[in-house]
């Protein structure tokens, strides 16, 4: 049985450096506004991106209470910006964040961790409890943020959360498998350092060739996944499969059995069996 302390490793991700007043942040409401977004987001996840987010699209959704807010570096240009929509989900109103994009070069800056803050600044204002997103479990740098940085609580696993037709041919590779989380807009908390994972307890995902890990009945089990999975779509898909098939197990089954996700420390996806549930 894979133990942590077998896969004891540094944390691959530091804490945001507090840039966040080296920037200014404003909504961004003009046709010219909109073209930049569009520009960033090609910039962002490249020029095979299909899911891009059109200009009158981004107009409308303001319209219909979107809340799309921008980082302006000292120089004027966009560096960053967060867009969402406003609907009813389960019979309550709830804002579904669809995009948060950083410059490449200005990530781990405070940018995108004080563009989620404002988020939920604006939609708390707009009597909304609650805002939603995805993101790929097998990305532990937006792991990291979500969970260790915002404090967000995962609901729900979806395989092929975008169909067959993936977000990007990057995507292509592993699929477009992601973890649908929630963050309350009433509590507001400073983020914790993460602690390291227990050392003893089992690790029940792998990204190596062979057997996979057992999924065993334990009270706290570790999720592990690789400290960059897009350097591995690329130089090694194989690997990168292996990684989400054996992840998307671990996840498909824990959750389903009622565990819950309680953090992210040092690349491992924490994942707990709440008192008085099962064994």
């Given amino acids: 049985m894979q133990t942590a302390n077998r896969h004891d490793r540094k944390a691959t991700y530091t804490y945001a450096m507090d840039e966040s007043d080296l920037y200014r942040y404003r909504e961004l409401t003009s046709h010219e506004d909109h073209e930049r977004c569009v520009a960033l987001q090609r910039v962002t996840w490249g020029d095979d991106f299909r899911e891009l987010v059109p200009p009158a699209f981004l107009l409308v959704a303001q319209k219909l209470g979107g809340v799309l807010l921008g980082a302006f570096d000292p120089g004027g240009d966009l560096v960053g910006f967060v867009f969402g929509l406003t609907g009813l989900r389960d019979g309550e ?28 600044t604006r939609v708390a204002a707009l009597g909304i409890r609650r805002i939603q997103w995805t993101f790929d479990p097998l990305v532990a740098r937006n792991a990291h943020l979500n969970l260790n940085g915002l404090g967000v609580r995962v609901l729900q696993y979806v395989e092929g959360m975008y169909g067959e037709s993936p977000v990007s041919i990057m995507d292509s590779v592993i699929g477009s498998d992601r973890l649908i989380v929630e963050w309350p807009t009433g509590e507001v908390g400073a983020p914790k350092a993460p602690a390291a994972p227990p050392s003893v307890a089992p690790v029940v995902s792998s990204g190596g060739i062979g057997a996979l890990p057992d999924l065993v009945d334990a009270p ?44 992210f420390p040092r690349g491992f996806y924490l994942l707990q069996r709440p008192e008085g549930l099962g064994a």
Avoid at 103 to 119: A, P, T, V
Avoid at 236 to 252: N, Y
């Fill in 93 to 120: 109103p709830t804002h579904w964040s669809h995009m948060l994009a950083v410059r490449n070069d200005l990530r781990d800056h405070g940018i995108g961790r004080h563009l989620k803050e404002l988020q939920r």
């Fill in 220 to 263: 706290v089990v570790l999720v592990e996944v690789p400290p960059d999975i897009q350097a591995l779509k690329r130089e090694a898909p194989k690997t990168a499969a292996a990684w989400r098939e054996s992840t998307r197990r671990a996840f498909t089954h824990y959750l389903a059995l009622g565990y819950e996700v309680a953090g």
